[in-house]
């Protein structure tokens, strides 16, 4: 399984997608952040409370989705890239046990996921505090909060690209998987939690963007108003599960297909 | 002794036995050609003996067990199926250095098989900007990484250039000297003939001979022309004495007989010979009636 492991974990750093995808992740939410930042106390249609509020403060720090979702789309490459490049015939000549293939990405993924959201929340964090600063703000909020929001980052970053790989191992078209992804975190995800408040805080996206900090009306995805989060604990348990469920119904199913 | 053991495979795909009940062995040390035409199905079983595609019905097996089920694959077996499955976005280099991670092969044999394959030069290139001959090197390389005993190549031939082809066959041919089992598929027979001490020849998923080469050459039959004023009574002589002959204009096409036994026969007549020709029915035609055998035999079906 090591041996597995490790050459996913190459496999992810010898082609360039990794690190782009981690770079856009950190520019996407270090402009988010700024832009987000940049209004805070301005007035307006969307209105973001000034920085020197606790309200103000979270919702430049919470801005981070793209990171997330991108976190989650390297995984599927991860997984589906195996089959527009037609690597899968060499992977699984040199490992046949394919669920342990599987069990690799997965693993190497959340290793990139969480590098990604490192560097995703270090933009979305390091803007926040620099326009905080600039303005000769004190913190509203305790340098406690800011690490649980990052680490809240860091975590459902990892989490989501191992989802991903189930994702992409499931649907193999590459495009077709990302689309299935933005569908259900956007669109999905949306009509249920406007339906009904209380199952929002199950769903996996909406539980790893709560697990990232968001609250209700910011950042992207939009959080139902009013709805309760999970406790931190219980966010990245529901994702793990989700991660495992994904994966074994994809282990049993897709994954046994023949490679022509 | 079979290394590779094929016994009663059978595959379908939809409404196509794409391998129909195929059953052959393959002895350690040899190099076997295994030919047909596109469509054949050849790369089918050879994804089947390589656990890559699960048969309907049968079993191949390497060394007495499946591959799938073979400890360290590596040295025992190395494969190349598809030139296009190398990520373009990763050089030749770390290509390599992947395959030997997840194979536990030595790093160190990374550099090695860049030089054995002569791409050494090309080591720090993506593997994007590569000619499908590159790609076809640069998956041999990654075949002999472990050092294999048994060689499995899926036309390795397609897209190489005549040069790259005879490096090929250098290449193979020291493989095999080395002791070595390779099997070959190719759709050309040209290409494995000068390498391959027997051959396989699968058509419509079904095997139609598997031979030693030497065996299928001696079965090529001789034609001898003759070029006479009087081909119709040279004609008539030969037919008696149990050859077939054709005329063709001022020509006789003869078969089933010797250039000396036509020789002798005309003298005997005093007929005039002005020119007399024999021709060997190369090993490619017996391939194309072979093949078109069982085609004829299905259209019939």
Known sequence: ?260 | MAVIEVRGLTKRFGPVRAVDDLSFGVDGGTVTGFLGPNGAGKTTTLRMLLGLVKPDAGTATINGRPYTELPDRPHHVGAVLEASGIHPGRTARNHLRVRAAAGRISPGRVDEVLELVDLTRAAHRRAGGFSLGMRQRLALAAALHGDPEILILDEPANGLDPEGVRWLRDLLRGLASQGRTVLVSSHLLAEVAQIADSVLILDRGRLITHSPLADLMAGTQQTVRVRTPRPEELKAALTADGATARVAADRLEVSGTTPERVGTLAAGLSIPVFEMTTQATDLEDMFFTLTAATAGKEALA
């Open chain 1, 1 to 260: 399984m090591i041996t597995a492991i490790r050459a996913e974990l190459l496999k992810i750093r010898t082609t360039p997608l990794a690190a782009a995808l981690l770079a856009l992740a950190a520019g996407l939410n270090g402009l988010v952040a700024a832009v987000t930042a940049a209004r805070a106390g301005s007035g307006g249609s969307l209105t973001v409370p000034p920085l020197d509020t606790t309200a103000g403060l979270r919702m430049v720090l919470t801005s981070g989705g793209f990171g997330l979702i991108l976190a989650a789309v390297l995984g599927v490459m991860v997984a589906s890239g195996e089959f527009r490049h037609h690597t899968a015939t060499d992977t699984y000549l040199d490992q046949p046990n394919r669920a342990r293939v599987l069990a690799a990405k997965a693993a190497a993924a959340a290793a990139a996921g969480l590098v990604l959201g490192l560097a995703a929340t270090a933009a979305t964090t390091g803007t926040g505090l620099v326009f905080t600063t600039a303005r000769g703000y004190p913190l509203a909020l305790p340098a406690a909060t800011i690490a649980r929001y990052a680490a809240g980052v860091i975590v459902a970053s990892g989490l989501l690209a191992a989802i991903g790989v189930g994702v992409g191992s499931l649907i193999r078209n590459q495009i077709g998987a990302v689309i299935a992804l933005l569908f259900w975190a956007f669109g999905i995800e949306q009509i249920i939690g406007g339906l009904s408040r209380s199952t929002a805080a199950y769903l996996p996206y909406t539980a790893a963007a709560t697990l990232a900090g968001a609250r209700s009306g910011n950042g992207m995805p939009q959080v139902p108003a009013g709805l309760t989060p999970l406790p931190a604990p219980a966010a990245a348990a529901l994702l793990t599960a989700t991660c495992v469920l994904i994966a074994v119904i994809a282990a049993a199913t897709t994954v046994q297909r023949d490679i022509t």
